[in-house]
């Protein structure tokens, strides 16, 4: 499978930089006790302590053990979000081609190090110094310009309704067409669940009577139905405040959104502000129509209305 470019990312930055081995443990032990490196000796008196990795961003490495003076060079990928392998074959001394193959292959731990087997023992490695990874900032989607044939993409513009909302039927969230949520309701009402009935009524008159716009000018309208009970001077405070126009006998809402294509695909500007591990995300979310012609917006599915 496929790495994403956040975890191809995510690795880079966990394995580049130079580790020593921290602890080793005796799998066949009473206790599983871990043994610090410079502890565990050979029938020679050598430790592990003498034993480095160094990953490098170009997917280089060296690889060195100081006891036996034993160096080599070679190559590293990730081969999934918790699993890297990199070639070796003589650091640790002779070996046939099945311990080496375990050898070869290294696992991400809970606490930021990475272990691997030899033999009876499973050995855990501490990163001790940062390697250097080159940050590579790709443009917001906001601050691309569409080219020629993303200004072509139109077939998005147009008046949506909703085709599925974001609901409780039977207590499962999900989106649920406007016929599911009606279904629900009876059910509701059969029980003699009535105040649980009367909400999701309200949700049907409220949700399911919007209808979203995409104009040719790369404006994001939306259009809010009025609850037929809506006293008359309620909706005129509305209009005359400019918070909404009246449309169509809908109330349409006057701060739209932008929407645009650029790299072959349709965006819109969420306007929402969110950060992961302190790097701000694009408030720009895209707008994929399926096989079907349905587009999922928020908490929501387009179709044509």
């Given at each position: 499978?496929?790495l994403?470019e956040?975890?191809?990312?995510?690795g880079?930055?966990?394995?580049?930089?130079t580790?020593?081995v921290?602890?080793?443990?005796?799998?066949?032990?009473?206790?599983?006790?871990?043994?610090?490196?410079?502890e565990?000796?050979?029938?020679?008196?050598?430790?592990?302590?003498?034993?480095?990795?160094?990953?490098?961003?170009?997917?280089?490495?060296?690889?060195?053990?100081?006891?036996?003076?034993?160096?080599?060079?070679?190559?590293?990928?990730?081969?999934?979000s918790?699993?890297?392998?990199?070639?070796?074959?003589?650091?640790f001394?002779?070996m046939?081609?099945?311990?080496?193959?375990?050898?070869?292959?290294v696992?991400?731990?809970?606490?930021?190090?990475?272990?691997?087997?030899?033999g009876?023992?499973?050995?855990?490695?501490?990163?001790?110094?940062?390697g250097?990874?080159?940050?590579?900032?790709?443009p917001?989607?906001?601050?691309?310009?569409?080219?020629?044939?993303?200004?072509?993409?139109?077939?998005?513009?147009?008046?949506?309704?909703?085709?599925?909302a974001f609901?409780?039927?039977?207590?499962n969230?999900?989106?649920f067409?406007?016929?599911?949520?009606?279904?629900?309701?009876?059910?509701?009402?059969?029980?003699?669940?009535?105040?649980?009935?009367?909400?999701?009524?309200?949700?049907?008159?409220t949700?399911?009577?919007?209808?979203?716009?995409?104009?040719?000018?790369?404006?994001?309208?939306?259009?809010?139905?009025?609850?037929?009970?809506?006293?008359?001077?309620?909706?005129?405070?509305?209009?005359?405040?400019?918070?909404?126009?009246?449309?169509?006998?809908?109330?349409?809402?006057?701060?739209?959104?932008?929407?645009?294509?650029?790299?072959?695909?349709?965006?819109?500007?969420?306007?929402?502000?969110?950060?992961?591990?302190?790097?701000?995300?694009?408030?720009?979310?895209?707008?994929?129509?399926?096989?079907?012609?349905?587009?999922?917006y928020?908490?929501?599915?387009?179709?044509?209305?």
């Amino acid at each position: 499978m496929e790495l994403s470019e956040d975890k191809l990312k995510a690795g880079l930055k966990f394995f580049v930089g130079t580790w020593q081995v921290d602890y080793l443990v005796n799998v066949f032990s009473s206790n599983l006790a871990h043994i610090p490196a410079a502890e565990f000796k050979d029938k020679d008196g050598k430790d592990f302590t003498q034993i480095s990795y160094e990953f490098f961003e170009d997917h280089t490495c060296k690889l060195k053990n100081g006891a036996t003076g034993v160096e080599e060079s070679g190559t590293w990928k990730q081969v999934s979000s918790d699993k890297f392998e990199f070639t070796l074959e003589k650091v640790f001394g002779e070996m046939n081609e099945e311990a080496l193959k375990a050898l070869r292959t290294v696992e991400k731990d809970m606490e930021g190090g990475f272990v691997f087997s030899l033999g009876p023992l499973v050995v855990r490695m501490k990163k001790t110094a940062e390697g250097v990874v080159t940050e590579v900032k790709k443009p917001d989607i906001g601050e691309l310009e569409p080219s020629d044939e993303d200004l072509k993409m139109n077939a998005i513009v147009g008046r949506w309704k909703i085709y599925k909302a974001f609901t409780c039927v039977k207590d499962n969230f999900d989106m649920f067409t406007r016929a599911e949520v009606e279904a629900e309701i009876e059910r509701l009402k059969a029980a003699g669940e009535n105040d649980d009935a009367n909400s999701l009524q309200e949700m049907v008159c409220t949700a399911f009577g919007v209808v979203i716009e995409f104009t040719e000018d790369h404006k994001l309208i939306t259009y809010n139905p009025i609850p037929p009970d809506t006293p008359q001077k309620e909706i005129d405070e509305a209009v005359s405040s400019g918070e909404f126009k009246l449309v169509d006998g809908m109330l349409q809402d006057s701060d739209f959104k932008m929407w645009k294509a650029v790299l072959g695909d349709y965006w819109y500007d969420s306007e929402e502000v969110v950060e992961i591990c302190g790097e701000k995300q694009s408030s720009w979310k895209k707008l994929t129509p399926d096989a079907d012609g349905h587009i999922t917006y928020r908490m929501m599915m387009l179709e044509r209305a």
